[in-house]
């Protein structure tokens, strides 16, 4: 049973493109979580989301940011038009429901140069 | 406003030596997680303390949660090197899932 896969792990994007940062949870876990790390801090919640739907988007940033979980292959997280302080460590968690264990992935390191 | 506060927030010791790491909040929570988080690698779950005054044990840490469930404290006997990484406690409110993260310990445990 695989673990939650993100990619790519190291992504590179110059200002003013987009980010499409993946997340395929462990199998038979439909609850997925995205956070934000910047460098020797904790971890920010950004969006909850089950399949084809959002629960909660109250730690996204109001504009380019978005996340989608459709009902066939991974979850989404996309940035448009990256800003140098979007520069971050982006983890996905999954967990099969609300009170159990969440299991986090190995984070995707996006670097806007 | 910080929710958790977790002291201190860097902490280097040699090999063999003890440490304890607090994680702190003025309001009171029904649960407690503590995570380790290596260099490069996501949270790892250590721990969930529920009930206060619960005292974990994790072989070498020992997780303890305060009586009015506003504080807890994480201790490592004999450290070694293998310890080494940001120690993060997290709470999560309502029935959503989702964790609100303190902003970590680092330690580092050298040789």
């Known amino acids: 049973n695989a673990g939650v896969m993100q990619n790519p792990r190291h992504l590179v994007r110059r200002r003013g493109q987009e980010a499409r940062l993946r997340c395929s949870p462990m199998k038979g876990h439909s609850h997925v979580y995205w956070y934000r790390q910047l460098p020797e801090e904790g971890l920010k919640f950004m969006v909850y989301?089950?399949?084809?739907?959002?629960?909660?988007e109250s730690g996204m940033p109001k504009e380019r940011f978005s996340a989608e979980f459709p009902k066939e292959g991974p979850s989404i997280l996309r940035i448009q038009q990256v800003v140098r302080g979007d520069s971050a460590a982006y983890f996905c968690?999954?967990?099969?429901?609300?009170?159990?264990?969440?299991?986090f992935g190995q984070g995707t390191r996006l670097t806007v140069v | 406003t910080q929710l958790l506060e977790q002291s201190p927030q860097f902490l280097s010791i040699q090999e063999g030596e003890n440490l304890t790491v607090y994680c702190n909040s003025s309001?009171?929570?029904?649960?407690l997680q503590w995570y380790r988080q290596e260099p490069g690698e996501g949270p790892v779950l250590l721990v969930t303390?529920?009930?206060?005054?619960e005292v974990k044990k994790l072989k070498r840490l020992t997780f303890q949660f305060g009586d009015a469930r506003k504080d807890s404290s994480l201790h490592i006997t004999a450290a070694q090197t293998g310890d080494t990484g940001l120690y993060l406690c997290?709470?999560?409110?309502?029935?959503?899932?989702?964790?609100?993260f303190g902003q970590g310990t680092t330690l580092q445990v050298k040789p």
């Open positions: 303390v529920v009930t206060g005054g």
């Open positions: 997290a709470l999560s409110p309502g029935n959503t899932g989702k964790l609100i």
């Open positions: 989301l089950q399949k084809e739907n959002i629960i909660d």
């Open positions: 309001s009171v929570f029904s649960s």
């Open positions: 968690a999954s967990s099969p429901g609300t009170a159990s264990e969440a299991f």
